[in-house]
């Protein structure tokens, strides 16, 4: 399995901004941002897959934006215009190599970060 590392986590004021981060053990051709408040599922946030392609979800189209380092090793969240139902854990998470557009759900992964926390007030 890849190792899986995040940082950038924090608490900031409503409609601030982060930059969450995720070192990988290696390459892998599939990666994405997942995220879990107390008491919900875990959701997918945003995914990359081999051709670079992303899928992201409607909650935050237009705010969040995922990219990778030059390396392909690392993978990072760029998150704006934070909201207070932002708030969560978010978890990096790498899977095998899928053709086509890279899947939301949690299953579809199965290597996973710690988790870095994202607290955003009112």
């Known amino acids: 399995q890849v190792q899986l590392a995040e940082s950038g986590g924090g608490s900031v004021q409503a409609g601030g901004s982060l930059r969450l981060s995720c070192v990988a053990s290696?390459?892998?051709?599939?990666m994405g941002w997942f995220r879990q408040a107390p008491g919900k599922e875990r959701e997918g946030v945003v995914c990359i897959g081999y051709n670079g392609i992303t899928n992201y979800a409607d909650s935050v189209k237009g705010r969040f934006t995922i990219s990778r380092g030059n390396d392909k090793k690392i993978l990072y969240l760029q998150m704006n215009t934070l909201k207070p139902e932002d708030s969560a854990m978010y978890y990096c998470a790498a899977g095998a190599f899928r053709w086509g557009v890279c899947p939301l759900g949690p299953d579809e992964y199965n290597s996973w970060g710690q988790g870095t926390q994202v607290t955003v007030s009112s």
């Open positions: 290696t390459y892998t051709t599939r």
